[in-house]
């Protein structure tokens, strides 16, 4: 069993930072995380890639946030963090992690977040 575990959401001003981590919780030892994303979903909007990072840290981000979020993974690689930066009212969302992990029982499995609520005022 796999649990993603959100936090680091909140309610800041526009140009302010925040960096939500998801930390992978599981019943075993051992696994791997092979890829991470964070995705975005605005209020009445459908839910939006944002940023992709694979086990070999190569990274990709969708142009609205480029150059201002960076995605890292951390703690021996069971953590995922999104590093957000000059923070825009356009931003504001409910933000999930998405992790496919894999472990020697069921092979690669993708994982989601509960979400955390991001809200950026003007």
């Known amino acids: 069993q796999v649990q993603l575990v959100e936090s680091g959401g909140g309610l800041v001003q526009a140009g302010e930072s925040l960096r939500p981590s998801c930390e992978c919780a599981?019943?075993?030892?051992?696994?791997?995380?092979?890829?991470a994303a964070w995705y975005r979903q605005a209020p009445g909007k459908e839910r939006e890639l944002l940023a992709t990072i694979t086990s070999r840290g190569r990274t990709d981000y969708v142009d609205s946030v480029q150059g201002r979020f960076t995605i890292s993974l951390e703690s021996a690689k069971k953590a995922v963090a999104l590093q957000m930066n000059s923070l825009k009212p356009e931003d504001t969302g409910v933000y999930y992690c998405?992790?496919?992990?894999?472990?020697?029982?069921?092979?690669?499995?993708?994982?989601w977040g509960q979400g955390t609520q991001v809200t950026v005022s003007s």
């Open positions: 998405n992790s496919n992990i894999w472990k020697p029982a069921t092979g690669s499995v993708d994982y």
């Open positions: 599981a019943s075993v030892n051992w696994f791997i995380i092979n890829t």
